[in-house]
């Protein structure tokens, strides 16, 4: 489902256990922060059992159901099966003979401990998966009352802390330094109004902007450019190039166009963060962020940009544009962005400070195209002239990206924007 995603949220089963099913039939509805996802099946059988209920989280690479499949496929899969039963016992063999730290406090940096209810401090990766998407600090996780085997947390107990409102979640330690910042205990005044309820896309939005800023150092560098030859050029050959080649001529190709062009020129800037680790991508694909009609947010992708003419750029933001206004991106058109662009100027803003595309390490917010009186200079000096003048916005990971990289990589896009070749031909 992509590299930045780890984990789906089952919709629907449209198989119940026992029923049969033919090959490439769908099976269920998964859906992730991007879009929903339809799993069809491998093979004709029976669906046996499912592990998963409608609404549960499941991380990518976990097993959702038990099928059991036609004679033919068995046949093909039979070593296939075996081998992975084996190497299974070798992995629950090896993982029992971790023991578990207990304790009954928590050690952190600065020497504090704080009150745990249970005495075992061992989660599960679907614990830590949950506690990730609720934010739940693994301090507070120790504070929830375990009732699992040999005082385990379980994921019902989980769920019920989060249910009666995390009640613990501004505990103080118990040992904290009296000099120490402490929490306040507040209570807001929520106010009365009509409730709308998140949908599932707009939670799993909050959730992955939430992520990004708590993972990522953001710092904005801005740049303000000239785009008046861009302008004046598009305006003049918009009709023309509609006509030769059945496309319109938006701004936006122009923009992709020119941030590949700059990122080919600063490698690093295409990358993005492994623990210690930082991996610069060999493809440039840029996202789009794009409005979707129910006025969420989805970014589908331009790949390959920097290896793409005019014309084919043109043909591949109007085909994700329109699929986005019609809810049919695929899977395979919202995935593997490298870098990516938003047109805040679309809705009127002069800048933006873009929030990181998680897993890349910068983003770009173009601002609106506004004409106004500028001091430029011409052969007969400086002189006064109505000029398009534009914003632009990079949000970059100080992580691995610091002030003079950031800083000359919106520059180098702003001077392709201002040294657009106005003779240059469709």
Do not use: C
Not at 348 to 374: C, D, F, H, W, Y
């Amino acid at each position: 489902m992509g590299e930045s995603i780890t984990e789906g949220t089952i919709i629907n089963w449209l198989v119940s256990e026992g029923e049969a099913f033919e090959e490439g039939d769908i099976i269920l509805e998964v859906a992730t922060d991007k879009v929903d996802n339809e799993v069809p099946a491998p093979a004709s059988g029976t669906l046996v059992k499912t592990l998963f209920s409608a609404k549960d989280v499941v991380p990518v690479g976990e097993v959702m159901a038990i099928l059991e499949v036609s004679d033919e496929m068995k046949s093909s899969k039979n070593d296939t099966v075996i081998q992975s039963d084996n190497e299974e016992s070798q992995k629950k063999k090896s993982f029992k003979k971790k023991r578990p730290v207990t304790s009954n406090t928590v050690k952190m940096s600065q020497s504090n401990s704080f009150s745990v209810n249970n005495t075992n401090t061992f989660f599960s990766p679907l614990i830590i998966s949950i506690a990730k998407e609720q934010h739940i600090s693994f301090e507070e996780l120790a504070r929830i009352p375990a009732t699992g085997k040999e005082g385990r947390l379980r994921k019902s107990d989980v769920f019920q802390y989060i249910e009666d409102g995390r009640p613990y979640k501004f505990a103080q330690s118990v040992m904290q330094d009296p000099t120490a910042y402490r929490i306040p205990q507040l209570t807001f005044e929520k106010g009365k109004g009509k409730i709308v309820e998140m949908d599932r896309m707009r939670q799993m939005i909050a959730d992955h902007m939430v992520y990004s800023k708590h993972i990522s150092p953001h710092v904005t560098a801005y740049v303000e450019a000239d785009l008046t030859n861009m302008v004046n050029w598009r305006n003049a050959n918009k009709k023309a190039f509609q006509e030769k080649y059945g496309e319109r001529l938006t701004f936006t190709p122009l923009f992709v166009e020119a941030v590949a062009k700059a990122v080919k020129d600063f490698p690093n800037i295409n990358a993005s963060v492994d623990g210690t680790n930082i991996i610069v991508k060999e493809d440039i694909n840029i996202g789009m962020a794009t409005a979707l009609p129910s006025g969420n947010l989805i970014v589908p992708v331009v790949k390959n940009a920097d290896t793409k003419d005019l014309k084919q750029l043109a043909k591949n933001v109007n085909e994700l544009a329109n699929k986005a206004r019609e809810n049919k991106l695929s899977g395979d058109d919202i995935k593997g962005s490298t870098f990516t662009i938003s047109n805040v100027g679309t809705f009127g803003s002069v800048m933006g400070t873009p929030i990181i595309n998680q897993p890349e390490v910068a983003i770009l917010a173009l601002g609106i195209i506004k004409k106004r009186p500028e001091v430029i200079e011409s052969e007969n000096g400086d002189e006064i002239a109505i000029r398009s003048m534009m914003y632009l916005s990079l949000s970059f990971d100080h992580r691995v990206v610091d002030g003079f990289l950031g800083g000359s990589f919106v520059r180098r896009v702003a001077d392709y924007f201002e040294q657009f070749d106005t003779k240059r031909k469709i």
